[in-house]
Structures are given as C-alpha cells and as structure tokens.
C-alpha cells in the first residue's frame, strides 16, 4: 500500500530531510511517525501525498508511482487519501455540512449521494447536529471532527494526519483517537505523525522513529520511546 524505497529528500536550501528511508506500510496498519522536531516527520508525511516529492528513490502509494506520476494523475492519488492537519484547515466561511460536502463536490458526486455520506460521517464524527455551525463557533477538537469527517467522506484507503491532536487538550485528543481508531478498525490504513507521548504508549500500534531523516527504530506495538 505504501513502498518507501532508499528515499531521500533534499530541499532547495540544502537540508537533507530524510537520508534513504526504506519503508512498508500494508493495508490496515496503523502507524506513528514519531521523532524530534526538525527529524523529518512532515517531510515523510507530505511525501504521501506528494506535496513534496523525493529527491531520490522510489515511492509507491496505492499502486501510484509518486515520483514518476504524470501531473494530471496527481488528483486520483489525492482522491484516495484523506489528509488532517494540526491546524484543521477549514473553509473558515463555509458551514461544518459544506465543509465537509466541498470535499465531495470535487469528484462530482450526485446531491443526494452526497448529503447521505457527509450525513452519514458527520454521525461517525459526532457532529451531525452542529451541521450549520461554522468553524469559528466550534471548540478545537469539534474542528478537528469536522476536518476527519471531510478526509474520510470519499472513502480513502490511506488517512494520513500531521500532529492532529497537537492543539488539543488530552482528553479532547484521546476523543479524537478513539474516531480514528473506529475508523482504522474499519479497514482503513492510518499514518499519523505525533508528538502525543502518552497516546502512543497507550495504543502499541507500529512506530517508525525518524532522527535526522533517518528511520532509527521500525516497532510492532512500539512505544514513543524518547525523554521528555
Ligand atoms: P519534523 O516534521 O520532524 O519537525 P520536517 O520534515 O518539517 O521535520 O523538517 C525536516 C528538516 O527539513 C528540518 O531541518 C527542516 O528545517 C527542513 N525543512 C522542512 N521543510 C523545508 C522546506 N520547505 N525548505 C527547506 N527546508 C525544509
Ligand atoms: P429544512 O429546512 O428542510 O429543515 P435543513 O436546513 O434541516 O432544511 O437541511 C438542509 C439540508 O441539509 C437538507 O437537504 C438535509 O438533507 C441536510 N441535512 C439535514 N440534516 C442534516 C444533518 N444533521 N447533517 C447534515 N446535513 C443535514
């Protein structure tokens, strides 16, 4: 599902963000990236989704060769990935119901179609009755709801999340992991870069640890592993 092969990354600048990553994530694995800032993690993320691209190597994400993908090939990969970010990323204008439904009208889905899934997601997230809300009358981790409900309404194979809990209080985050775990039980592969020590121990999921763009440790049911 995902091949990560001898990738490096070299920005403009000169830093070398990762240095020859090998990597394999199957279907319905849930993974953390975890490391010290500046290690890599958003570079590796961004990657999946080729936001950035490597500079080196070969990356396979659901059969999509990233690298050398045509660039009108590039919204079909999109349209299989759900991507979270820390700072939820929403249409600030938009109501939680079109928030969620311009995700959809991308693809072109036919209305009624569409109301059932966002419907239907807003229900996994918990938030269908704050459908006509906006974001700025919602509490963080409401936002967040909204921002997994618009990742997952075209049904990815692949949810990738950049430190989604990292605004949130803990309580308000374990909240947020339990969707993903549902979500994650429902077959759907779960990459998720975090700094949430606690989490990560709790959950003993796989955990690649990046330091210096490097993977220093690949661990079934790992741990954070590093000192506070
Ligand atoms: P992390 O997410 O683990 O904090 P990043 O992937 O953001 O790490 O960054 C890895 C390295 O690449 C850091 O040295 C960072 O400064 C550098 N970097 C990240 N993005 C860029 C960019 N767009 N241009 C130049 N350097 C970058
Ligand atoms: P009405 O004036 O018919 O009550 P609503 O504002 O309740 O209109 O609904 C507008 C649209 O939003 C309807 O087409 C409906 O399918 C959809 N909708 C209704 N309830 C929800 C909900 N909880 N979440 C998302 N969409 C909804």
Redesign the pocket.
């Known amino acids: 599902m995902i091949q990560m092969r001898e990738v490096s990354k070299t920005y403009d600048t000169g830093v070398v963000a990762l240095d020859h990553v090998n990597v394999d994530i199957k279907k319905g694995e849930f993974v953390f990236v975890v490391g010290p800032s500046g290690a890599g993690k958003s570079t590796f993320i961004k990657m999946l989704f080729r936001e950035e691209l490597p500079t080196k190597g070969k990356l396979l994400v659901n059969g999509h060769d990233v690298v050398e993908m045509e660039r009108s090939e590039v919204p079909y990969l999109r349209r299989e990935l759900g991507v979270i970010f820390q700072d939820y990323r929403l249409l600030p204008d938009k109501t939680v119901?079109e928030n969620v439904a311009f995700a959809m009208q991308v693809i072109e889905a036919p209305r009624r179609t569409m109301?059932r899934s966002?419907?239907s997601v807003?229900d996994v997230v918990g938030l269908?009755?704050k459908?006509?809300s906006f974001p700025s009358q919602l509490s963080g981790g409401e936002q967040q709801r909204v921002a997994i409900a618009r990742a997952i309404v075209n049904n990815p194979s692949i949810v990738i999340a950049d430190e989604p809990t990292g605004n949130l209080d803990p309580e308000t985050s374990w909240d947020i992991m339990d969707i993903f775990k549902r979500i994650n039980k429902a077959g759907t592969t779960i990459v998720m870069a975090t700094h949430d020590r606690n989490i990560v121990d709790t959950m003993k999921k796989r955990v690649i640890a990046i330091e210096d763009g490097r993977i220093v440790r690949d661990q079934m049911r790992g741990g954070y592993g590093y000192e506070a």
């Open positions: 119901f109301q966002v419907n807003l269908r009755d459908y006509r």
